[in-house]
């Protein structure tokens, strides 16, 4: 039985890494989309089209960032399934069925969703009509974009890594050519940013519907669409793609509060902020792979029931937490001021990252368990103490800024975010013995 060879199946670390290391080449390439738009808008005279990108590119991460929980679980659901054709068939059909309706809802309400953004951020006229253009062309990808979360948290429950890597690889390798030829050659400008990320993204979805089409176990039993779309059989997924949903209302939650409270400090120390912000999400995209990687694992020790792969799984994951942090403290060592004249040339803004920057010395080591056991508790769909951990993360957030900003300033304010972080791992690991009990159910 194939099941039973998944079973016998004995895994070392080396088979961890192998997954690790092209999960963290295809998530980086993530927030290069963004990047290569607002470097090619950047070299044209015209000042306002790279913030309307800049503006555009903000709605489209909140709402992508805010529905990536459908990627994280569809991989805990496939891994679960192990090569049982007709639950492999589920798994992706299910969180398809959601990412095509919430495409849908963001097309019929994207007036209402740009008026809404653009009432929040409060551009100038100028701005907002080329953040206008941009949106206006981009909403169309929604569903291709949540589609393609779907296919490739599905690929890499099934461990198609090369799949994976190929498809995020590709979308950049796209998006940058058609945008240098809509832009430097037909001259389109922000219309031609857009429409070359647009293309990219249906290409990639379609490239990966036939991937899937190709790594789809064949059955002899039919796939009952009723049964797989009924009420009680998505009441598990969206209960469970909810869990995550709020958790991430967390984060942003934070998030925002982070550069509310940082605006009313300088406008220098503001911007500094916003460079060692950005870094920070650098060194998370690293755990990502790491935390991808616990995922698929505990995933199958979830579809198999091996407790033993489980607790291995956890060994794997507490050697990360270790491994991680001590790449990016040398990384952030050796390289910050070199990392920091990438993302600005002004000195004023240098000299005050420098000042803070031995936040983010700290940031690796307190946030580790908090991003990698995360992967490991959506590998086996215990999401509830993900959301939980979240929230008391949240209230810990809340406590120390409010008595740390008005002491420390700044410092208080990275003091806080820290706790915060520190908070996501402490209240999260709190459910690993629980979790082993939940494996066997």
């Not at 206006?136 to 890594?161: R, T």
């Not at 990966?208 to 009441?235: A, E, M, V």
């Amino acid at each position: 039985m194939a099941t039973q060879s998944i079973v016998n199946k004995q895994y070392r670390f080396k088979d961890y890494l192998a997954l690790v290391i092209p999960f963290i080449i295809s998530t980086i390439t993530t927030p290069l989309l963004g990047v290569v738009d607002t470097a090619l808008v950047g070299h044209l005279p015209n000042p306002a089209f790279i913030a309307g990108i800049a503006v555009g590119a903000v709605i489209f991460n909140t709402i992508y960032w805010l529905f990536g929980f459908l990627r994280v679980s569809t991989t805990g659901f496939a891994a679960q399934a192990l090569d049982d054709p007709l639950l492999l068939r589920a798994s992706l059909i299910r969180p398809l069925f959601i990412a095509i309706f919430l495409g849908i809802i963001f097309i019929i309400f994207q007036q209402m969703i740009f008026s809404s953004s653009m009432h929040i951020i409060k551009p100038n006229e100028e701005v907002k009509h080329y953040a206008d253009i941009y949106f206006s062309v981009l909403i169309w990808g929604a569903p291709f974009v949540l589609i393609n979360y779907v296919l490739v948290g599905w690929l890499m429950g099934m461990s198609k890594v090369k799949a994976v890597l190929f498809l995020q690889v590709l979308i950049n390798l796209l998006n940058i050519i058609m945008a240098v030829i809509f832009v430097w050659g037909f001259h389109w400008n922000v219309q031609g940013v857009a429409f070359a990320t647009l293309i990219a993204q249906i290409i990639c979805t379609l490239l990966g519907i036939w991937f899937i089409y190709r790594n789809l176990p064949k059955s002899n039993q039919q796939t009952d669409l009723k049964s797989i779309l009924s009420w009680q059989s998505l009441k598990g997924v969206i209960l469970v793609n909810t869990n995550l949903m709020i958790r991430t209302i967390c984060l942003l939650i934070v998030t925002n509060h982070f550069i509310s409270i940082g605006s009313s400090f300088s406008t220098e120390v503001l911007a500094a902020n916003a460079v060692l912000f950005q870094i920070h999400y650098l060194m998370a995209y690293l755990f990502d792979g790491f935390a991808n990687a616990s995922s698929v694992f505990s995933g199958k020790a979830k579809g198999t029931k091996d407790i033993k792969l489980y607790n291995q799984t956890l060994h794997w994951s507490l050697q990360a937490c270790i491994i991680c942090p001590l790449i990016l403290i040398a990384l952030w060592f050796g390289f910050n001021t070199t990392i920091i004249k990438l993302l600005t040339n002004q000195t004023e803004i240098i000299t005050i990252c420098l000042q803070y920057q031995y936040w983010l010395t700290i940031f690796p080591i307190v946030v580790a368990g908090g991003l990698i056991y995360y992967g490991v508790f959506s590998g086996i769909s215990y999401t509830s103490s993900i959301r939980d951990s979240m929230i008391l993360a949240l209230i810990l957030w809340l406590i120390s800024q409010y008595v740390c900003v008005p002491i420390w300033g700044n410092n208080g304010l990275w003091l806080s975010y820290i706790l915060f972080s520190l908070g996501r791992t402490l209240f999260l690991v709190m459910w690993v013995k629980k979790s082993k009990r939940y494996i066997l159910n």
